[in-house]
């Protein structure tokens, strides 16, 4: 089988891009290879920090011969045209075939295009791939102008072991590669894929990413003995990208800092260092470290651990002095540092942000019937620990250095836990408070980012969303969804606007509040439509159903439980017969309502029913409806569309029944208005019309 | 191998100038870091090649400690390597040069971690890596992309060590202050405490305690209309001078803590300024 190998040697490849290299490398070769009419049988692709490899296998030798077809123009043309064309094509005229067509007789030239080698096509599809691939940040490094995520050194490029001709950045394309940088740094030839392998890992280089990946998790685990690797997949996929040959070795974190706080070690150890904490058989912190090294080194990595247990020292070193520096001045008094850190030019400093939460986060508070003094005091402390010496070195631990130090000054438990969970979700699908001041705190922090920044007028736009406001507003909303403060959105966004001084900032184009409200409300349902559908899985239809009455009803949490209660209906016949019924009423109404140039929407008058079965379903409407009317104001919707359900026979016999458009003026009137009053019932709880079925 | 603090500066010295390089002196105003030298900054631009190395004694007023923390500096010194246009095997070159003061990459597990670098106030930034030597960082590896605003073309390379550090790991010891800074066995061997002590002591307590405030405030807009009028008649070695002045002096506001949120961003905002005029002045009058 034939095999095409292209290896890109650069400079370090930074971690973090490298998986979706991998990805990208595989895509633009499937689109390449197909454009230029190469079938094959496999695209492997592989990722190393120092290279971006490609192995095709199955291509042929060379692409089929094939006839081009060529139409030219009329026989009767000018002679420039004529001649024109034949130039192009680069054929005689007498070598031409006539084509006769319905709109007159044209030149047609039919030319063989002979296969052609696929080593000469792989040439120009290797030039494409590196022309093409973007990387999220690159560079120039030669005068050349050309970029790459670092500076390109070596081009192996071969086709069944023959080199493919390639020129890029001053490099010529080779069959030879390198090994590890200091291991083995001597480039080698190659013939084949499997020799390249090969050899690589004789030259201290793993290829696959996987298998890295691997050696290090085995590895990790086994040098942890008796202890347990802290689960992170995160820094075992960075750690992965950042060697070439992994030798996991283990460290010593010096006793007397285990005292410290839990995160207050083990941050600078992923964070800075890329050391993978352990847990003892308890679950305790346990006083060791991994580090995985790049390099099998002649002492066994004694100097590597020496070295890494020092600089871990200086580090914990640093921490140990903040943690005692912050404790030395109450929490509160970080807070005038806050003046002078910037929250968004237009919108104060984070200090200005403090006293805009106290007042909307009690607001909500006292709202939600929840104990002011608490929200209150958590909004006072919440960005004090900005300030602190500790998340200065160590931006990771905000709010969980608020938390640590509101608890060693005595603050009511759950003022320091509001300081730490105000941050929640930290990720999308992430954890959500609890506890009521958290969870407002949290809420009251998003809503004044978002209605900030929306009156200003900066929104996402596209790809651009500097101040993180599309997350900001998941997480609004997975913090709404909370049975205990369903807030109206819409009235808190009001509050949050009404809160900031705008007088006195230095906006320069303000939307008023209303405008505010629109487009936030806008740009949130958006987002709550997506979660809707694709978090919590429901149909289109049903979702765009409940979103259909919600700038009646703007309370997220309600409107969540609406859309499930309608899956729970649609599930069954009921709810699916309803629907049919539903639809049927609809078109009536809409088709009479056209005719008459009217809307049909009135009381109906009971003595005017005549027939059994329109005054069984009048009973039972007038029954149901105000009973699903209360249960839709407590919030229990599944109830409420079972008792929806109970309707359905009655319309049922309604329709099989009675004839909605006789002769009697009155009696007409007063169906339509029957029909009308079922669709209202239902209304309460969704906009049916934009139900499927 | 010895490996004090002046041996360690005498062999990159030698190593560099066997490279071809120009060894320079550090400049002699305050500066922030290497990069702010004029053999850095407004020799990265234009077309000219050009290969520099020196020492820059470089001051960080808001890193003082009063002498007191073993990592941290009120002054600490950078060898800087600035290569122009940026030679092909430079991560090779670079490496020898740890070689050379007797660092063993393989011992030390040398890595080039993802770091790009920006500064705000020079209107510059680059693509590179910190390296690590066994976790600790020793240099900053930067290809310049652009400066004061301007592409660079070609590109340079800058190499940054930071000598507290790289010579800390060198000699395995913990403190700064107890670096050994001459042959230890020598007939009068000094110590980096023995050395720079008292400057750390004096200078963190001038920029945190003493520091007038309206003094510097002052300077910094004297500066200012110097570098503007040193700009506008073409000459600009002075002119990017009193940029680097502008820049010192706001670092050390900064340092003090009496800038608001508004005038820090403006402040910036008028330094880079500056620097984008020298820059632009030295692209039309550096003739190359």
């Known amino acids: ?337 806050l003046k002078t850190r910037l929250f968004h030019q237009s919108l104060g400093s984070l200090f200005d942000k403090v006293e805009r939460l106290v007042k909307l986060s009690t607001r909500i508070a006292e709202k939600g019937g929840v104990n002011k003094k608490l929200v209150e005091r958590a909004a006072l402390l919440s960005k004090a620990d900005l300030a602190s010496q500790m998340v200065n070195e160590f931006p990771e631990l905000q709010g969980i250095m608020g938390r640590y130090y509101a608890e060693n000054q005595k603050e009511n438990i759950e003022v320091a836990q509001a300081l730490e969970e105000q941050y929640w979700p930290k990720v999308s699908g992430g954890r959500v408070p609890e506890s009521l001041p958290s969870l407002i705190l949290a809420m009251a922090d ?47 966004m009001g509050w949050a606007y009404e809160t900031y001084p705008w007088k006195e900032l230095p906006v320069p184009q303000l939307k008023n509040k209303e405008e505010t409200r629109a487009d ?174 | 191998m010895k490996t004090d603090f002046q041996t360690v500066i005498l062999k990159l010295q030698e190593f560099w100038s066997q490279q071809g390089c120009v060894i320079l002196q550090p400049y002699d105003a305050e500066l922030g870091a290497g990069t702010f030298h004029p053999a850095t900054t407004l020799k990265a631009l234009g077309a000219q090649p050009w290969r520099a190395a020196y020492v820059q004694p470089s001051r960080r007023p808001a890193d003082g400690r009063y002498g007191e923390n073993p990592n941290r500096l009120y002054r600490h010194h950078q060898y800087q390597v600035i290569l122009k246009p940026s030679p092909e095997d430079v991560q090779d070159v670079y490496l020898e040069s740890l070689r050379y003061i007797g660092l063993n990459p393989t011992l030390h597990d040398i890595r080039f971690v993802e770091d790009d670098w920006e500064s705000p106030t020079l209107g510059a930034s680059g693509l590179g890596w910190e390296v690590w030597a066994a976790g600790q960082e020793i240099t900053q590896f930067t290809y310049f992309q652009q400066v004061g605003g301007f592409p660079c073309e070609p590109v340079s390379v800058e190499l940054t060590y930071g000598l507290e550090r790289l010579i800390m790991s060198l000699q395995d010891i913990e403190n700064v202050y107890d670096l050994a800074w001459n042959d230890p066995k020598g007939p009068s061997p000094m110590s980096y405490g023995d050395v720079a002590q008292q400057m750390e002591r004096e200078f963190s307590a001038f920029s945190f305690e003493h520091v007038d405030a309206s003094i510097l405030f002052r300077h910094l807009e004297d500066a200012e209309s110097m570098c503007a009028h040193l700009v506008s008649n073409k000459l600009v070695l002075p002119a990017y001078e009193y940029c680097l002045k502008a820049s010192h002096l706001f670092n050390l506001l900064d340092a003090r803590g009496v800038l608001s949120v508004t005038e820090r961003t403006n402040m910036i905002g008028r330094v880079r300024t500056l620097a984008h005029q020298c820059c632009r002045l030295w692209m039309e009058t550096s003739h190359d």
């Open chain 1, 1 to 337: 089988m034939t095999e095409w190998l292209f290896e890109i040697l650069s400079e370090e490849i930074p971690s973090r891009m490298q998986p979706a290299a991998q990805a990208q490398l595989k895509e633009l070769t499937e689109k390449a290879l197909q454009k230029h009419g190469l079938p094959y049988e496999s695209i492997r692709t592989f990722v190393t920090p120092r290279r971006l490899t490609l192995v095709v296998q199955g291509l042929p030798l060379k692409t089929p011969d094939r006839v081009e077809e060529k139409k030219g123009p009329k026989v009767d043309a000018s002679q420039e045209a004529i001649e024109g064309f034949l130039k192009m094509v680069g054929v005689e005229r007498k070598n031409c075939e006539i084509l006769e067509t319905s709109k007159g007789h044209f030149l047609n030239v039919k030319i063989n295009q002979p296969g052609r080698r696929t080593e000469e096509l792989l040439s120009q599809v290797s030039l494409s791939l590196l022309e093409k691939f973007r990387w999220p940040k690159s560079m120039y490094w030669d005068t050349e102008k050309v970029t790459w995520v670092r500076p390109i050194r070596g081009l192996l490029n071969i086709f069944n072991g023959n080199v493919v001709p390639l020129s890029y950045a001053n490099l010529k394309s080779s069959n030879k590669t390198q090994g590890h940088r200091f291991l083995a740094p001597t480039p080698f030839a190659v013939q084949s894929f499997d020799e390249y392998q090969k050899k690589l890992r004789d030259h201290y280089v793993i290829l696959d990413w996987q298998e890295r990946r691997q050696l290090i998790q085995d590895g990790i685990r086994k040098i942890a003995e008796n202890s347990k690797p802290c689960d992170d997949e995160t820094l075992l996929d960075e750690v992965t990208g950042l060697v070439e040959w992994p030798v996991p070795l283990k460290g010593r974190v010096d006793e007397h800092f285990m005292n410290l706080p839990l995160e207050v070690i083990t941050t600078p150890m992923r964070v800075h260092q890329r050391y993978f904490p352990f847990k003892d058989a308890q679950g305790q912190l346990a006083p060791y470290f991994g580090v995985v090294a790049n390099v099998d080194s002649s002492d066994h990595g004694k100097t590597i651990v020496r070295g890494n247990e020092r600089v871990l020292r200086a580090r914990l070193a640093d921490a140990q002095f903040f943690w005692e520096q912050d404790q030395k001045q109450p929490l509160e008094h970080f807070n005038i540092a």
């Open chain 1, 446 to 492: 998003r809503l004044d980012t978002l209605v900030g920044f929306f009156a200003i007028d900066i929104t996402p736009t596209g790809s651009k969303d500097p101040f993180a406001l599309r997350r900001a507003g998941l997480s609004l909303i997975a913090l709404a969804l909370n049975p205990q403060v369903d807030l109206s959105m819409v009235e808190a």
């Open chain 1, 520 to 693: 936030l409300w806008t740009f949130l349902l958006e987002r709550f439509k997506f979660y809707l559908r694709d978090v919590q899985g429901s149909p289109y239809d049903h979702v765009d159903a409940v979103l259909g009455v919600a700038h009646a009803n703007p309370r997220l949490f309600d409107l969540s439980l609406r859309v499930q209660a309608l899956d729970q209906l649609m599930d069954g016949e009921d709810g699916q017969n309803l629907l049919v019924a539903y639809k049927r009423a609809s078109n009536i109404l809409k088709i009479e309502g056209e005719k008459d140039k009217r809307t049909y929407q009135g009381q109906v008058k009971e003595e005017a029913l005549t027939a059994a079965e329109e005054k069984e379903l009048f009973k039972n409407l007038s029954l149901k409806s105000p009973e699903i009317e209360n249960l839709v104001k407590k919030g229990a919707f599944v109830k409420a569309v079972q008792d929806l359900a109970t309707l359905r026979p009655f319309v049922d016999q309604f329709f099989d029944k009675v004839i909605v458009n006789t002769d009697e003026k009155n009696v007409r009137i007063n169906r339509l208005h029957l029909l009308a009053y079922f669709r209202g019932v239902l209304h309460q709880i969704a906009d049916f019309s934009k139900m499927e079925g």
